[in-house]
């Protein structure tokens, strides 16, 4: 990806300035992990800087002294040897979940900030996503119905309020789209949310609602949900996950990674019911907690605003959810559900027992 925009040359200098002040912002060493064009442009970018390089590493095993760039390579098993400040970067085009393995031998090995390249690019995705502003259109939640929500005014929960206390606590909401729901839970006067949005247009559009209810105690962060440990700085209360796990090829990695990190969860989405459309495609994969047969589902790509950003989705049938958040040490409740053509959407609070 970041090898087809060097091509354009307008492009890739902008993308050098966004990538240099990301990288400057991280005020640390980069070792990147990587030797694949992907890495050869973060290191064009980076030379003749005063960025400090800690090396180069590469997952896949070699005989040898390679060297990239000029720099010797080394074999990933050598990142036990940075420093905690230093920050790993896994210079890769592919989306977060499919580095998962990648991501959790690094983690293994070092106890660095581990972030994904197209972190770095953030900036440049947004300037390039929002060049048409022709698709600056707002979906049914919020502006589609012709209405400017005021507080109190009208309800844009999606579409019950859980019943939690958001009151002082900080928030992360995962996927929040166009803040329909960030709208609800700002009402609540919560200490402090964080919206994690992968899509810029999206990220866009919150940045809209955000200056138009002058929200202070707000952070919106562009990323990938998967990541959030490594993205997100504030300790936090509530996880409010709606509408988001079910978009996610990885909604076990995703969910141990809310329960890691929090107490209380806000789950809400569809699960793999009698309800389902028919003739979906199974697919069986093995957890330390048991063996679960998903649902599996193509997303639709990044045209639709609302899906997931990788190619397909794998859906957890209720009871298996159940059992998986038991496994981990948390209790599941349900407070409401509805069925919609795709099939059964549940809402629940889970808690740390
Ligand atoms: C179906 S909408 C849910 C919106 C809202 N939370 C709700 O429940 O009504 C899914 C949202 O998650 C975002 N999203 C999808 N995959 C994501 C990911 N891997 N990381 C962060 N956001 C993601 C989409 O861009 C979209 O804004």
Known sequence: ????????????????????????????????????????????????????????????????????HGHPV??????????????VVIASSAEATQLYDTFMRIRSLCPCRVIHLKTLLRTFSLIDELKDPLKFEFDHFLFGNGLLPLSGESSYWHPVPPDVDFRDKTVLELGPFEGHDTVMILDQKPKKVIG????????????????????????LLLGDMHLFPQLVKDKIDIIFCAGVFYHSDKPWWLLENCMEQCDTIVLCGH??????????????????????????????????????????????????????LDYHGFRFKKYSEHVNPLGLWMMSVVTRK
């Open 1 to 68: 990806m970041i090898g087809d925009l060097k091509k354009s040359q307008i492009d890739w200098r902008q993308i050098k300035r966004c990538v240099l002040a990301e990288c400057k912002k991280l005020d640390a060493r980069i070792a990147v992990v990587g030797t694949k064009e992907s890495a050869s442009c973060l290191l064009d970018i980076i030379a003749d800087t005063d960025i400090p390089l800690a090396g180069i590493y590469e997952r896949v095993e070699f005989n040898g002294k390679p060297q990239f």
């Open 74 to 87: 080394h074999p990933l098993n050598e990142l036990s040897q940075l420093k905690p400040e230093d920050v």
């Open 196 to 219: 994690l949005e992968a899509r810029p247009l999206n990220y866009a559009k919150i940045s809209v609602m955000r200056s138009l209810y002058n929200w202070q105690n707000y952070e």
């Open 271 to 324: 699960v793999a019911s009698e309800h389902s459309p028919s003739g979906q495609q199974k697919r069986q994969v093995t957890l330390a907690s048991g063996t679960y047969d998903f649902e599996v589902y193509p997303e639709c790509g990044w045209e639709d605003g609302l899906s997931g950003v990788t190619s397909e989705s794998l859906w957890f049938k209720e009871e298996d959810l159940i059992h998986f």
